[in-house]
Every structure is written in structure tokens, then in C-alpha cells.
T-cell receptor
């Protein structure tokens, strides 16, 4: 079975500073990986996804993530955050191909301070 | 516009009073699912459906029912709600193994 661990429940950071949100997964088969963002009082929006190919994936709003198979990680990064990036971020994994269950991490709350 | 809609967005009810939360998608997706979101637990899948008349339990199905009579609709039914079902609920749909689209959420309070 697959599982996802988001290593930080909360990450405070100053505006314009870089940020990394960590995500580790476990799976014995190949996977698809996703990062979703949830702004206050809103639904989940896809930030980026890794299906195959290049391990560095670029998403919306200047975010990127790197798939590291040997370390089973899919950390999310942004070189310079804005106040508007304050939100909860969820990492998710599913077995590649077909209609397999999407497993979510517990979420990381990013708080950007002026 | 491709979207998943849920109604109602907010609901306060009392223990034992049956309720239904509707979910509809306009993308002709085969796969639909319901999640609940609770602090510190992320999203947990309640039920899912692979296609019309095909549904199955997720991780936390107790106290919930679903139906899939049409491809676009996937209502969530709470026959006898209890306070531990107070939560934020999301409906989602996808086609194949890729991007899952989420509805805006339904915030439920059971008194």
C-alpha cells in the first residue's frame, strides 16, 4: 500500500524568502505524485504533478518540485514567496495508471509573514 | 467551464436528521469520489465510484451512503448524522489516473 508523509505540519516564512515543503512517500510500484494547494475557505487546486519524464516539475505560481526516486521524496519549492502563498499544501500519491486511490498527506500550513 | 459543483456549501443540522450533499461534474469523468477533511488528518476517502452503478468503500465509509445513477452526479447521503461527522467534505472527479478535480467543499456541522 502507498502512504505519504508531510514532514512539517506548519512552516512560517518571511515574504520574499525561499521555502521548501517536504513530502516523502512509500510505494513498491511506480507512482504519480501531486501537490495541491488549498487557500482559506476554498477547495483544492492542483499546483503541479509528476507522471513520468523529467524529475523537475514546474507548476503554477512559481512553484516547482523534484521527484527523487532513490529518496522517495517529492519536495515542493519556491525561490521567493508572497503573502498570497499563505495556504495549506497537500502532497498526494497514486499508483501510476488506472483508477487507483489518491492518498493524501496530512498537509502543511504555509504562513508567509511580512 | 470544467468544474465540480457541490451543494449546499454550508449546512448546520441536528443529530439523526437525514441529509444529502449533491455533487455534479460536467467533464464526463468516469471516476468520482468523496473525501472528508479534518485538521491534522488531511483528506480521507469516504466512497468512490468507477462508473455508473459501480461504487465502493474508501477508508472511512461508516455512516455514509452514495449512489451513482448518472455519470455526472454522485450524491453523499448521511442517513442519521452524528456529531463526529462534523467536517469539511469534498467531492472530486477524474478521468484515468491523472489530475483529480475538486469541488469547492461543503462545511457540515452536526449538533
Amino acid at each position: 500500500a502507498q502512504s505519504v508523509t508531510q514532514l512539517d505540519s506548519q512552516v512560517p516564512v518571511f515574504e520574499e524568502a525561499p521555502v521548501e515543503l517536504r513530502c516523502n512517500y512509500s510505494s513498491s510500484v511506480s507512482v504519480y505524485l501531486f501537490w495541491y494547494v488549498q487557500y482559506p475557505n476554498q477547495g483544492l487546486q492542483l499546483l503541479l504533478k509528476y507522471l513520468s519524464g523529467s524529475t523537475l516539475v514546474k507548476g503554477i505560481n512559481g512553484f516547482e518540485a523534484e521527484f527523487n526516486k532513490s529518496q522517495t521524496s517529492f519536495h515542493l519549492r519556491k525561490p521567493s514567496v508572497h503573502i498570497s502563498d499563505t495556504a495549506e499544501y497537500f502532497c498526494a500519491v497514486t499508483v501510476s495508471g488506472g483508477y487507483n486511490k489518491l492518498i493524501f498527506g496530512a498537509g502543511t500550513r504555509l504562513a508567509v509573514h511580512p | 467551464e470544467a468544474q465540480v459543483t457541490q451543494n449546499p456549501r454550508y449546512l448546520i443540522t441536528v443529530t439523526g436528521k437525514k441529509l444529502t450533499v449533491t455533487c455534479s461534474q460536467n467533464m464526463n469523468h468516469e471516476y468520482m469520489s468523496w473525501y472528508r477533511q479534518d485538521p491534522g488528518l488531511g483528506l480521507r476517502q469516504i466512497y468512490y465510484s468507477m462508473n455508473v452503478e459501480v461504487t465502493d468503500k474508501g477508508d472511512v465509509p461508516e455512516g455514509y451512503k452514495v449512489s451513482r445513477k448518472e455519470k455526472r452526479n454522485f450524491p453523499l447521503i448521511l442517513e442519521s448524522p452524528s456529531p463526529n461527522q462534523t467536517s469539511l467534505y469534498f467531492c472530486a472527479s477524474r478521468q484515468g489516473g491523472e489530475t483529480q478535480y475538486f469541488g469547492p467543499g461543503t462545511r457540515l456541522l452536526v449538533l
